[in-house]
């Protein structure tokens, strides 16, 4: 607003200078007064295709143009304006091309030859730097601008425009000026999104059904694609057969996790079987002598012969008992916690090796050591299960006038504890599974040659816990037995 006059901004406006100089006066061009709705839409047409592509905006520029020249004509206002009534670009050769002819009345037309000239029109789509235009609805963009102006007329009317729909108008400045009065800024904010929506509906409504067209087709195949194998592989557990590979590589990990799992389980069953199998063979020999020797007992016979039989019953109990502790150890290794603490490894080698000083003695082997000062953390109880079972299996296999020595010492970063006695060489295919509870290399079981068989079990079982390792080795007169043990 200039004083009492209202100006209005220009759906399609445009300026131009006749000479090809800053300094020359340079004329606003006007439209809106003899465009109706589709002389605006008629020419925003005319300047998107007319229009560098990377101009938002038509542009005849002497620089660029080769001589061409637009002729404006149309009546000039106050402030440098120029209402146009009709453009026209004369090419060199002499022709003439009509841009735009308004519906403007002038009294006394005054024609204008412009060098530089620039249109612009709010109706025109951004241009992007990718070289594509954004979509826009030019007829919907004319909307919106008239729909603007009704609202921003009863504003300034004082009416109140209603609240409801895509426009907020604002005031965006107010200033005083002394040669012109007062000046009032406003802006209109418009937002297209409903008249995008109205224009593309079907195109939408036709997509979103398509989509869910789609959904359902592929939830219906991945979903049987998905089920089917979850079914088959259900079934082959429930019947504990091995999961078979499926097309879905994330089943087919499961069906490996099924199987190791099976095989694991498969093998636990066969282990306590054979172990349950291999105990009642160790305790149906004792209990058929102790059976046979007591109802012998029993019969009218000779002092001396009464006490040979008792003698052996009292034998084969002891042989029994001792069984039963074994036993009884074997199962605790795996269910007792293990409580860890500092022990002092070569104190507790010469505490073990003070107890077999007798028995040693009396058969006649000698026993060295060579033991290092090494302090490990773990159970007393499982190390000294470890030290007393090999110093055992060591003497009862070695011969009378034979040796056995026992080291400790550092290999690695681990304590290795080592056990030699003289004796006869542990063949090569049984030297691995002399670790297995009541493996004899005597497939005979003569218990006249070796122990319960759970004596190598329990020191693997103990070593394992603490997690070491190990292992038996043949040297030219006889076994050694070792262990790794880790310090911590």
Known sequence: RVGDE??????????????????????YLTFDEGLDDQGQLELADWIIANRESSSDSYVLDPYESDGTIARVTGEEREYGSFAVQKIELIYPDGTAETIVETNLSCDQPVIKDFVRLEICSVLIPVFYSDGHDWYANISNRLESYREAWTRLDMAIAGEDPPSAGPFILMPIGI??????????????????????????????????IFALIVLLIL?????????????KLCRQVSFGERCSDVPIRELNTLSTAFNEAQDRLSGQINREREFTRAAAHELKTPITILRSHAEAAMEDISPEKRQQYLSVVL?????????????????????????????????????VLSYFAVPARQKGVNISSDIQDITLIGSRTRLKDIVENLLSNALHYCPSGGSIS????????????AVSNDGPNIPEQDIQKIWEPFYRVDKSRNRSSGGTGLGLAIVRAAVEAHGGECGAENRPDGVTFWVLLPLS
């Not at 418009?190 to 109205?198: A, E, V």
């Open 6 to 27: 209202l100006i209005r901004s220009q759906i399609t406006w445009g300026w131009g200078r006749q000479a090809n100089d800053e300094s020359d006066r340079q004329w």
């Open 175 to 208: 200033r005083r000026n002394s040669s012109v009065g007062l000046l009032y800024a406003w802006s209109v904010y418009c937002n297209p999104m409903p008249y995008i929506i109205k224009d593309r509906l079907p195109f939408y409504i036709s997509s979103a």
């Open 219 to 231: 939830s219906a195949t991945l979903s049987k694609k998905v089920t089917r194998p979850v079914e």
């Open 315 to 351: 034998e084969e109990s002891d042989r029994m008992a001792r069984l039963t502790n074994d036993l009884l150890e074997a199962s605790q290794l795996e269910s007792r916690p293990m409580v860890r603490a500092p022990v002092d490894m070569d104190q507790l080698i010469k505490q």
């Open 406 to 417: 026992v080291s400790l010492a550092l290999e690695g970063g681990k304590a290795r504890l």
